[in-house]
């Protein structure tokens, strides 16, 4: 991990209040709700030096007037930090924390919701060969925790190697050999090879970059085995259309397990972690943005991702579209708005989703540090399965204070 560039100790809070019409998000006898909740966010990046480090925190507590659900702590982070321990050699550590889903099928409430936790650390090893090749080596000791005690743990040994070659300014390609060891806490080990080529080239306006392989998985629980391989890969590609304007579209697929990272790099990719087996998994993520001159910022995405639970033949698909506009009205207020639709299928069941959401918010300068928030939503989810549809409306207001 390499830190460009120093950013000050950021430290902000808020208060928000949250009501909603239909807060368990059921089909019939809707019960209404206020959440009021306080949070503290924290951001920083070092500067450049023997260690680095890039933070970003947020913390919450958030009751429910009525008590419809028992009060609750919400936290995220992402850090990743690296030590130079010699010329050559240098230790990488990286955490993640989100709230995710438990079951995919079911609606999202925090009933329904639980902790992750994925943490990395090791030690990676860099060697030129020349000015144009380079080897790289690396091993990485992994632990992935959910909060709620049936959801399924597990530990991981990863261990890659590289090389890197640099064939001109602006065109550079290598070969890549990756092994992963997991653990599960039920007892499932699931042991994972891929070798891969890595390319990345770049143009005036346009960079793309990525990796294509094959990928071997074996999955061993009592007695058991079972394998499967499948081509693999990541890319990223950036387009600069004008100044005001860029355009992207990234992907990736995997052979993998749910307690890997990838629901983390990919948000819109939802794990049912009722299953505790190996998953093939794809996540395609497009998108444009513009800004414009008014000081008015809009910004368009669609993305498509599948779940392929490979012992149980279960897959799941969602496809689906996000539109926001944000725009500064005057010096002291601006305006926000977003929509979604997302269509979702189990095939399991025959079951199909269909997810619509809207909503528009102002904020407020009321000093140079505080701040008031107001917004208003609407949700609609429609199913073949009766118990799976509901309709919110929800209306929250908030004060956000910037401490330094």
């Known amino acids: 991990m390499t830190v460009a560039e120093a950013e000050p100790l950021t430290l ?11 807060v368990a998000l059921t089909p019939s006898d809707e019960t209404s709700d206020v959440e009021t909740r306080v949070n503290l966010t924290l951001a920083h990046q070092t500067d450049p030096g023997k260690c680095e480090a890039r933070t ?3 913390v919450g507590y958030g009751v429910w007037y009525d008590d419809t659900f028992d009060p609750r702590n919400y936290a995220s982070l992402d850090f990743a930090g690296d030590c130079q321990l010699a010329r050559s050699l240098s230790w990488e550590v990286s955490d993640n924390l989100r709230d995710v889903t438990q079951n995919s099928r ?4 925090p009933n329904n919701r639980t902790r992750k936790n ?5 030690p990676v090893y860099s060697l030129m060969l020349g000015e144009l090749d380079q080897l790289t080596f690396s091993a990485k000791y992994g632990n992935t925790e959910y909060s709620e005690p049936e959801d399924t743990d597990s530990e991981r040994y990863i261990g890659t190697a590289s090389w890197n070659h640099i064939f001109s300014q602006t065109f550079s390609g290598g070969v890549q050999f990756s092994t992963n060891r997991a653990e599960l806490d039920t007892g499932v080990e699931i042991d994972t ?3 891969s080529l890595l390319f990345s080239k770049s143009w005036q306006a346009t960079r793309l970059s990525g990796s294509i392989g094959v990928s071997q998985l074996e999955s061993r629980f009592g007695g058991n085995t079972q394998s499967s391989e499948g081509v693999v890969g990541n ?4 387009r600069d259309i004008n100044p005001v304007s860029h355009a992207y579209l990234r992907g990736s697929r995997e052979l993998t397990d749910q307690t890997s990272d990838f629901d983390i790099r990919f948000g819109d990719v939802v794990f049912n972690l009722r299953e505790t087996t190996a998953v093939e998994v794809t996540a395609l993520d497009a998108g444009f943005v513009r800004q414009f001159s008014d000081a008015s910022r809009v910004n368009v995405g669609v993305f498509a991702n599948r779940a392929d639970y490979i012992s149980t033949d279960e897959v799941e698909d969602s ?7 944000n725009r500064t009205i005057s010096a002291l207020l601006s305006l926000q708005t977003g929509a979604s639709y997302q269509y979702r299928t189990f095939d399991a069941d025959g079951v199909n989703d269909n997810t619509y959401r809207a909503d528009i918010g102002l904020r407020y300068e009321l000093t140079r540090d505080l701040g008031l928030n107001g917004r208003i939503g609407h949700t609609t989810r429609t199913s073949d399965l ?7 409306n929800w209306i929250s207001l908030g004060l956000a204070y910037q401490f330094f």
């Open 235 to 238: 890319f990223s590609l950036e």
């Open 193 to 195: 090879d891929v070798a």
């Open 386 to 392: 009766s118990s799976s549809e509901y309709q919110e």
């Open 118 to 122: 994925v943490f990395r650390t090791g």
């Open 56 to 58: 970003a925190a947020n």
């Open 106 to 109: 079911a609606s999202d409430t």
């Open 12 to 22: 902000s809070g808020g208060l928000n209040s949250r009501f909603s019409d239909n």
């Open 319 to 325: 496809v689906g579209l996000r539109v926001s506009y």
